[in-house]
Structures are given as structure tokens and as C-alpha cells.
């Protein structure tokens, strides 16, 4: 066969042209492919915001490799709401930042209005309402710039009106956040279909009741009941139920009906747990703790006072990191225009703030070294040491990764037996105690403490209990 120029000219563009319809073909195969993994994690999201976050950093990167900036902003919004859901401050502020920058560059309007919203939370959990409410003021002016039957432009304006409604709840004025709320349940023009009013509403009457539990709490019965009837037929109980639950549960409880009470807090805390979400935790807890304490069960009321104890702990440290990327901004942003107040005295505060919850954090971790252990853990090896369970030293180690790596830098000659007996002291068992549950003399007892002591190298003007606290 023979081929002149024009020939191979055709040929190449002929292979070309061949090449590149298969690449294309395939990235829209590879585009369906990851729309529908992010719908699936969407679902998955509503179940179980956990478990749906461990796909979030795949699906992110699948999306900036195959250039879908729609994709992408969608994923990057999920994980703000993850951090949000989870009042993870320190994160949302780094994650809200990176959404405004992508949309911007994107030119999406819609999320550039859902990133500004993320930041007037982290500004009103640090207690900036004014830069809070800015930022949403921001959000409403950008929105605006869009296309105004776009529901998605609709559905971000109305969560801007809830956020609103959180930063006057955040500054003590559920009042005014009620006002926002009423606005918000008006706002369905936009909905054709009843079924997707119903929805909208099942949400809203649920923000009013939380709401109103603040300060009406004949208002708070009514709305919760009126969200529960919408809720819909086919759904499990979400985080919306969770809400209505817990809000049913202060009303019994104002009621005097605290059976009926601890009935619907409990309800409230087990869908809390399943989905993941702590927003209303810290409430729920501090109920359950006057509750339990109400009807004289104090293993339960220590219970979930450990758990707020934690619960506040986390939070706190998020804000303390929070409240530096925030003025780390802000000090940026201030470089570029001059200020009526000396720059100075903004950050003198700021890093007093930030000293006081420094030293916070610092005074609760040292009071709460002698109460590391849960309740329900605790009983749980007191029992596996009763029985002699071999797997007693298994479970401590999953709650004292290190404990017996540092007794074995001090000796290396210590046995199994003399650590697990070490574990028994850092669980400030005593003498007695350890003497009934391992069925040995007292006298034994002591002279165990005493060998572990000298191998230890543990003053005896030390308290050996306070010794294995620090451990």
C-alpha cells in the first residue's frame, strides 16, 4: 500500500480524533461515576455524618482530577457542614475559608453566600456577633446578585435567616432569633410541590420549638408537635427528630413529668449518637444530669457528667485554636486599612483571651487526671478484676495506651502480675478493695505496694496513688 501526505494527514487526524472521543467518553463515565458517589454519600450523610466523612478527602480529590468545580464546591460545603455539625470551629474556619476562595474563583454565587454564612458561626461561637452578623449581611448582598428562581439561591438565603436566628440565640436574644425563624416559615413561595413544603417546614417548625424552649415553652410544645407531623412517613428519626425530642423532654420536665422527660432525652441522645451530630449535646446532658439527680440515680447523673465534662473540654480547645485563625485574619485584613483604634489593643485582647482559655484548658486537664475514666468503664474492669478475666489488662491498656511502656522504662524487670497490680493502683483502688476483689490478704496487699514501691523507686514521702495519677 502506498500512503501520500494527504493520506497520513487523514490517518493521524482519523487516530486523533479516535483518541480523543475515547478520553472524552471515558471522563464522562468517570463524571457520572463520581456524581453518583456524592449522592451516596449525601444519603449516607443524613444516616451518619461519620461514617459519611471518611469518603469526603477521596471524593474531593476524584473531583479537582477530573475538573468538576461543581462537584467539588459541593463536597468541600459537606465537610463544613461535617465540622459545623460536630462544633469543630477550629476546622470550619480553615474549610469556610478554602469554600469562599474556590467559589470565588469558580464565580458560583450560591456558595460563596453558604461560605459566609459557615464564618458568621465561627465569629458568633467566639463571641463576634457584629463580624458575625457582617458576615451574613455579606452572604444576603451576594445572594441577591443571583438568579432568583434558583432554588438553590432560595434555600441558601433561608440558611441565611437561621443563621440569623443562631447568632441571637448565641448573644441571649432568642427573641430576636424568633422573629428571623418566622421569616424563614413564610419563605416557601419558591416550593411547587407540597411534598417538598412539608419537608421545609418539618425543619423550620423544629428551629422555632428549639427556640421558643428558651423562653415559651407552651410556644416550643406546640411547634415540636407541629414538625413531628411532618415529618416524613418513610424517613427514620434524624437529627431534626432529635431536636424535637429534646424539646418534648424540657417540656416534661418544666411539667414535672420526669419519667416522660428522661423518656424523651433519652430518645434525643440515642439519635444523636447514631447520626454523629453534638450540636444540642451540652443541653442534653446538663438535663439529663438535673434529671438523674431528680429521681436519686447518681450512677447515671456521674455518668453524663463525665461525658459534659469531655464534651465541654473539646469544644473549648476548638474555640481556643478557632479564635487564633481568626485574628490571624483579621490582622491581615486590618493591615489594609487604618483603624480609629490602635491595632494594638484589638490583639492585646485577643491574646488575653486567648491566655485565659489557655489556662482554662490547662486547670481542667489537671483536675480531671484523678477522673479519666468513664463510669460505665470503670465498673466495667472493677467487674472484669472480680472475675479474674484474662482480657482485664487489654481493656485498661485501651484506655492507658502508655501505662505499662512507662513502668517498663523505669524497670524492665517488672513481671506481668506486678504491672497488672500497678494498674490496680492507678485505679485508686485500695488496700482493702484490692484485697477483696483478688481474694488475698490485706497484709499480702501491702507488701506488694511496698516491693512496687522500691522497684518503682517511689519516695515514701511520696502518696504512691498521686505517684500513679501522674503515670
Same mark, same amino acid.
Do not use: C, F, W
Given at each position: 500500500m502506498i500512503f501520500n501526505k494527504k493520506s497520513i494527514s487523514f490517518f493521524f487526524c482519523y487516530v486523533v480524533l479516535f483518541f480523543s472521543t475515547s478520553l472524552f467518553s471515558q471522563q464522562t463515565d468517570e463524571k457520572r461515576e463520581l456524581e453518583q458517589k456524592v449522592i451516596d454519600n449525601g444519603q449516607l450523610f443524613k444516616r451518619n455524618i461519620d461514617e459519611a466523612y471518611k469518603e469526603i478527602d477521596g471524593l474531593l480529590q476524584e473531583s479537582i482530577q477530573l475538573k468538576d468545580s461543581v462537584l467539588e464546591l459541593k463536597i468541600l460545603d459537606r465537610k463544613c457542614r461535617y465540622y459545623y455539625a460536630k462544633r469543630d470551629v477550629e476546622n470550619l474556619v480553615v474549610s469556610a475559608e478554602l469554600l469562599k476562595k474556590k467559589s470565588e474563583? *469558580?464565580? #458560583?454565587?450560591?456558595?460563596?453566600?453558604?461560605?459566609? +454564612?459557615y464564618l458568621a458561626e465561627t465569629y458568633s461561637v467566639n463571641q463576634f456577633y457584629d463580624k458575625a452578623i457582617t458576615e451574613l449581611q455579606k452572604a444576603l448582598e451576594i445572594l441577591e446578585k443571583g438568579d432568583t428562581d434558583d432554588v438553590r439561591i432560595f434555600f441558601t438565603k433561608v440558611n441565611t435567616l437561621n443563621s440569623f436566628a443562631n447568632v441571637y440565640n448565641d448573644k441571649g436574644e432568642p427573641e430576636k432569633a424568633v422573629e428571623k425563624l418566622l421569616e424563614v416559615v413564610k419563605n416557601y413561595d419558591k416550593l411547587q410541590k407540597p411534598d417538598d413544603v412539608k419537608r421545609y417546614q418539618y425543619l423550620n417548625y423544629s428551629n422555632l420549638a428549639s427556640t421558643y424552649a428558651k423562653f415559651d415553652m407552651a410556644n416550643a410544645k406546640y411547634y415540636a408537635l407541629k414538625s413531628i407531623s411532618l415529618?416524613?412517613?418513610?424517613?427514620?428519626?434524624?437529627?431534626?427528630?432529635?431536636?424535637n425530642y429534646f424539646v418534648l423532654g424540657k417540656v416534661n420536665k418544666e411539667e414535672k413529668k420526669y419519667e416522660k422527660a428522661l423518656d424523651y432525652f433519652l430518645k434525643s441522645y440515642e439519635v444523636s449518637k447514631e447520626h454523629g451530630e453534638i450540636l444540642t449535646l451540652e443541653d442534653l446532658y446538663i438535663n439529663l444530669i438535673e434529671l438523674y439527680k431528680i429521681l436519686e440515680n447518681t450512677k447515671q447523673a456521674d455518668f453524663f457528667e463525665q461525658k459534659l465534662k469531655e464534651l465541654r473540654l473539646s469544644t473549648l480547645e476548638s474555640k481556643y485554636n478557632s479564635l487564633q485563625k481568626i485574628l490571624d485574619k483579621d490582622k491581615v485584613a486590618e493591615n489594609k486599612k487604618e483603624r480609629k483604634i490602635p491595632l494594638w489593643i484589638f490583639y492585646a485582647m485577643g491574646v488575653l483571651i486567648l491566655v485565659i482559655l489557655g489556662a482554662w484548658i490547662y486547670l481542667f486537664r489537671k483536675k480531671q487526671k484523678t477522673k479519666e475514666v468513664f463510669v460505665a468503664d470503670y465498673e466495667e474492669l472493677i467487674e472484669m478484676i472480680r472475675k479474674d478475666d484474662p482480657g482485664f489488662m487489654f481493656a485498661f491498656e485501651k484506655l492507658y495506651p502508655d501505662f505499662s511502656d512507662k513502668l517498663l522504662q523505669i524497670d524492665s524487670n517488672l513481671t506481668k502480675s506486678e504491672i497488672e497490680f500497678c494498674a490496680l493502683l492507678k485505679l485508686n483502688l485500695s488496700t482493702k478493695k484490692i484485697a477483696e476483689l483478688k481474694f488475698i490478704e +490485706? !497484709?499480702?496487699?501491702?507488701? %506488694? %505496694? *511496698? !516491693? +512496687? !514501691?522500691?522497684?518503682? #523507686? +517511689?519516695p515514701q514521702a511520696i502518696d504512691i496513688y498521686n505517684w500513679f495519677t501522674s503515670v
Open positions: 474563583g *469558580y464565580l #458560583n454565587i450560591q456558595m460563596q453566600g453558604m461560605a459566609h +454564612i415529618k416524613p412517613e418513610s424517613s427514620s428519626d434524624d437529627n431534626i427528630m432529635a431536636a +490485706i !497484709r499480702t496487699v501491702q507488701n %506488694k %505496694k *511496698y !516491693r +512496687i !514501691r522500691k522497684k518503682l #523507686n +517511689i
